[in-house]
């Protein structure tokens, strides 16, 4: 399965840095067979979907998990469907940490991601002290069992260690190898043999000079980035790095 390069701009970016987004569309986006889909902020979902012409996939950081209703400020994923976006991210660490958002809201939100014709990337990953107490596969298991939503289908999931996110630290080969293999046990026991077909990124502090080594690691089918995302020349670098 030919690696997946999708970048999450979080809070970052005005109408100017379409222009970014403009220029990894032009460049063929990916290298060769790779694709890139890029988590623009909310308010720029829409004109990257022009821009992106088809070449980038375009999508959000996150939705809500109800459809429509009273709920001041927020953004369903039928929403981003019909501003033209193909994906959403859930369960990122800055909302598990920031909005308080439990194993059980991201499994609603992946759901209502999935119900509204998404794809849905579903993130997890330990803390630097659950890393250091032993506890990593333990905190993956919970996680992937308090918010896998029912259907595969649809589901991607990225393996982010919270203490590598805009860090600069990354973990070991050897680490990304264990985390991956223990995430994909996990999605066969639940879901049987879909579970091999589920794609699973790597995300955190990944660079153009670091993307090569982390791809070429057992399943890992892509990777998630955030600052190294930011412009078309770092975000190209990745997806051009040699396999
Ligand atoms: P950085 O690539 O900036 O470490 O961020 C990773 C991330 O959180 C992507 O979702």
Not at 106 to 120: F, I, M, Q, S, W
Request: aromatic content about 4%; overall charge negative; proline content about 4%.
């Amino acid at each position: 399965m030919p690696a997946l390069i999708v970048g999450n701009w979080k809070m970052n970016g005005l109408g100017d840095d379409i222009a970014e987004i403009a220029q990894m569309a032009a460049a063929g986006a990916g290298n060769g067979a790779r694709s890139l889909w890029i988590a623009p902020p909310f308010t720029l979902i829409d004109r990257s979907v022009i821009v992106a012409a088809g070449a980038v996939k375009i999508g959000g950081q996150d939705c809500h998990v109800k459809q429509s209703g009273a709920h001041t400020g927020c953004v369903s994923a039928a929403m981003l469907a019909d501003l033209g976006a193909g994906f959403v991210i859930v369960g990122h660490s800055e909302r598990r940490r920031d909005k308080a958002e439990s194993d059980a809201d991201v499994r609603a939100k992946a759901t209502a991601g999935c119900a509204a014709g998404l794809e849905v990337i579903l993130c997890i990953g330990e803390t630097r002290d659950q890393r250091g107490a032993g506890q990593t596969n333990d905190v993956l298991t919970s996680q992937l069992a308090g918010s896998l939503p029912d259907d595969a289908e649809a589901l991607i999931i990225a393996y982010e260690p919270v203490w590598a996110i805009g860090t600069g630290l990354i973990p070991t080969l050897d680490d990304v190898a264990s985390a991956h293999a223990h995430i994909r046990a996990n999605l066969v026991a639940r879901y049987g043999p879909a579970g091999y077909g589920v794609r699973v990124l790597y995300g955190g502090s990944v660079t153009p000079a670091n993307a090569s080594e982390l791809l070429r690691v057992s399943e890992v089918g892509g990777v998630l980035v955030g600052g190294a995302s930011l412009t078309a020349q770092s975000l190209l670098a990745i997806t051009a790095a040699p396999p």
